[in-house]
């Protein structure tokens, strides 16, 4: 079980720099990237690295890039720049006071 204060730090640091993330298929990150269209899902065998690098130099690519990173920097601004502040600041320290009760 993923640990809400353990998230996977390489998917929103993709989103802040506006970057998109190139991570590993069927996994929490992976499915992240594609489900909001901010990253590369490819496969761990030898010839998804290579048939992804083949694509880089195209005109599509470059294009979908563009997209990626747009999507990357909107993600970023509307759910998660504030994060810390909303949503995990009070939920982190109500966790420290309640093992302090102990």
């Known amino acids: 079980i993923l640990h809400k204060f353990a998230s996977p730090n390489k ?3 993709s989103l802040c720099l506006g970057t998109p993330v190139i991570t590993t298929v ?3 990150v992976g499915d992240m990237a594609a489900e909001n269209n901010v990253g590369y899902a490819i496969g ?3 010839d998804d690295l290579h048939k992804f690098l083949s694509t ?3 005109e599509g690519f470059k294009k979908d890039y563009i997209e ?3 999507n990357c920097l909107r993600l970023w601004d509307e759910q998660y720049a504030d994060y810390y502040n ?3 600041r009070q939920a982190y320290i109500d966790h420290i006071r309640q093992l302090s009760l102990r």
Do not use: H, I
Request: glycine residues 0%; aromatic residues 12%.
């Open 44 to 46: 761990e065998a030898k």
């Open 86 to 88: 909303l949503k995990l």
């Open 68 to 70: 990626k990173s747009t």
């Open 56 to 58: 880089v130099q195209t």
């Open 11 to 13: 998917y929103y640091e």
């Open 26 to 28: 069927k996994t929490l």
